[in-house]
């Protein structure tokens, strides 16, 4: 019979050949952004419930109920700790019960410019980037990435053109010179068009509100997940918004946003979930999200997003950020 050392060294061996293609088939899906998304998270996956499960939120259940209770917003304060950027938190109220909450910041583009980032090794959360980047005083996610942490969209970060070159954009794009900030609307114009002159940019999907004022998400989903958006209202200024919880879908996401007291004239869904983190620092100001949610639903059931390792340790490959000038 083998001996006990033999059958150690055998299974020792299993073990590495299993690490080893493992490692190998990491490498070839998603690269150095594959290793680190284990190292911080120890991976993602998907697991199912229903609707009701108390793994889910008290927002996210009520969104996944048979009937939907309409949303009001609550009180809105704005508070300007430095001229030119304001920041206010807005409620969201059903049946007078706080269900969800947009933290918001206001931002004048003649005083602040805005620069687009990407860290495609993966090795950066909203704690890494207020690290990297101590001089911003906003720094939001942005646009979507590829399995290898890249642009997935059309993307300008600081005058370098990044992601595809080849891309039917027929959403929005986020652009920025040293002197404005704009949204896009791409139903009247190609993304190569709508970039010339940016120094920082971004296509992103779905476009909430067009230049015609109205909602362009006209599909009805249950993908319920924390959502930025950027937009502009009626004065100019560039207004950055992010859910504290997940109850909206695009759809009554842009609803909610159009008829909300923010004057929005046009506004960009950027990526959602767990990357959708915030960071504000100036002027003895301080708001540091972490976010966590995302899900799909399809019928009675629901598949949450999941990780094993710490839900403040997501990293976000893609950023807007907020600077002086």
Same mark, same amino acid.
């Given at each position: 019979?083998?001996?006990?050392?033999?059958?150690?060294?055998?299974?020792?061996?299993?073990? &590495?050949?299993?690490?080893?293609?493992?490692?190998?088939?990491?490498?070839?899906?998603?690269?150095?952004?594959?290793? $680190?998304?284990?190292?911080?998270?120890?991976?993602?996956?998907?697991?199912?419930?229903?609707?009701?499960?108390?793994?889910?939120?008290?927002?996210?259940?009520?969104?996944?109920?048979?009937?939907?209770?309409?949303?009001?917003?609550?009180?809105?304060?704005?508070?300007?700790?430095?001229?030119?950027?304001?920041?206010?938190?807005?409620?969201?109220?059903?049946?007078?019960?706080?269900?969800?909450?947009?933290?918001?910041?206001?931002?004048?583009?003649?005083?602040?410019?805005?620069? &687009?980032?990407?860290?495609?090794?993966?090795? *950066?959360?909203?704690?890494?980037?207020? /690290?990297?980047?101590? $001089?911003?005083?906003?720094?939001? $996610?942005?646009?979507?990435?590829?399995?290898?942490?890249?642009?997935?969209?059309?993307?300008?970060?600081?005058?370098?053109?990044?992601?595809?070159?080849?891309?039917?954009?027929?959403?929005?794009?986020?652009?920025?010179?040293?002197?404005?900030?704009?949204?896009?609307?791409? @139903?009247?114009?190609?993304?190569?068009?709508?970039?010339?002159?940016?120094?920082?940019?971004?296509?992103?999907?779905?476009?909430?509100?067009?230049?015609?004022?109205?909602?362009?998400?006209?599909? *009805?989903?249950?993908?319920?997940?924390?959502?930025?958006?950027?937009? *502009?209202?009626?004065?100019?200024?560039?207004?950055?918004?992010?859910? /504290?919880?997940?109850?909206?879908?695009?759809?009554?996401?842009?609803?909610?946003? /159009?008829?909300?007291?923010?004057?929005? /004239?046009?506004?960009?869904?950027?990526?959602?979930?767990?990357?959708?983190?915030?960071?504000?620092?100036?002027?003895?100001?301080?708001?540091?999200?972490?976010?966590?949610?995302?899900?799909?639903?399809?019928?009675?059931?629901?598949?949450?997003?999941?990780?094993?390792? @710490?839900?403040? $340790?997501?990293?976000?490959?893609?950023?807007?950020?907020?600077?002086?000038?």
């Amino acid at each position: 019979m083998p001996s006990i050392r033999k059958i150690l060294f055998g299974l020792l061996g299993i073990f &590495t050949v299993v690490i080893v293609v493992g490692a190998g088939w990491l490498w070839q899906v998603a690269g150095v952004y594959g290793f $680190n998304t284990v190292l911080r998270r120890g991976g993602t996956y998907w697991t199912d419930m229903k609707p009701d499960d108390d793994r889910l939120s008290a927002s996210m259940r009520l969104a996944l109920s048979p009937v939907i209770p309409a949303v009001l917003p609550g009180p809105l304060v704005w508070q300007e700790p430095e001229p030119g950027f304001e920041v206010a938190e807005l409620p969201v109220l059903a049946d007078g019960r706080e269900v969800d909450r947009i933290f918001l910041s206001r931002v004048d583009p003649a005083r602040f410019r805005f620069v &687009t980032h990407n860290a495609a090794a993966g090795d *950066k959360g909203i704690d890494e980037w207020e /690290k990297t980047l101590p $001089n911003a005083v906003l720094i939001v $996610n942005g646009s979507y990435f590829d399995k290898h942490g890249r642009p997935d969209t059309p993307f300008i970060s600081e005058g370098i053109a990044m992601g595809p070159r080849q891309y039917d954009a027929r959403a929005g794009a986020f652009t920025a010179d040293k002197d404005t900030a704009e949204i896009r609307d791409l @139903s009247h114009q190609d993304w190569q068009t709508a970039f010339v002159g940016a120094s920082n940019a971004m296509v992103s999907y779905p476009l909430l509100i067009g230049d015609d004022g109205q909602t362009h998400v006209n599909v *009805k989903s249950r993908w319920l997940a924390n959502r930025t958006f950027v937009a *502009k209202d009626d004065l100019g200024r560039v207004v950055i918004g992010t859910t /504290k919880e997940a109850f909206f879908s695009l759809d009554r996401l842009a609803q909610f946003l /159009k008829t909300s007291p923010l004057n929005l /004239k046009v506004a960009l869904n950027l990526d959602g979930g767990p990357v959708a983190c915030r960071s504000v620092r100036l002027n003895g100001y301080r708001q540091k999200f972490y976010a966590r949610w995302e899900s799909q639903a399809d019928g009675n059931t629901v598949s949450l997003l999941r990780w094993p390792i @710490s839900e403040a $340790n997501w990293a976000m490959p893609m950023v807007l950020t907020v600077e002086r000038k």
